[in-house]
Nanobody, 121 residues
Framework: QVQLVESGGDLVQPGGSLRLSCAAS????????MGWYRQAPGNERELVAV???????NYADSVRGRFTISRDNAKNPVDLQMNSLKPEDTAVYYC???????????????WGQGTQVTVSS
């Protein structure tokens, strides 16, 4: 079974920066798209950013211009650079991936366990 593991969550002051990383393991043929979601206490899980194959990156309006999603790290399928962090960014951040586990097989959505990001002074 495919496993996604997030890292990089921390306590930071407003205006600070964090870089989240997501590492994938298991039997993977290809990764069609990857994204980051977040969930604050009492709220539903929401899309933060997604980077599909063959398409442009997409960001939630609340993070556009501050967050950047990328897949250039050799050890991590997807990173999320977060700048100018605000208290309202506080949430558990989850890595999401659309993964094909075998040639010409179906694509499934996988989730990481989450990493806590807290923005507070």
């Amino acid at each position: 079974q495919v496993q996604l593991v997030e890292s990089g969550g921390d306590l930071v002051q407003p205006g600070g920066s964090l870089r989240l990383s997501c590492a994938a393991s298991g039997s993977i043929f290809s990764i069609d798209s990857m994204g980051w979601y977040r969930q604050a206490p009492g709220n539903e899980r929401e899309l933060v950013a997604v980077i599909p194959s063959g398409g442009s990156t997409n960001y939630a309006d609340s993070v556009r211009g501050r967050f950047t999603i990328s897949r250039d790290n050799a050890k991590n399928p997807v990173d999320l650079q977060m700048n100018s962090l605000k208290p309202e960014d506080t949430a558990v951040y989850y890595c999401n991936a659309m993964i094909r586990v075998r040639t010409r097989g179906p694509v499934y959505r996988y989730w990481g366990q989450g990493t806590q990001v807290t923005v507070s002074s």
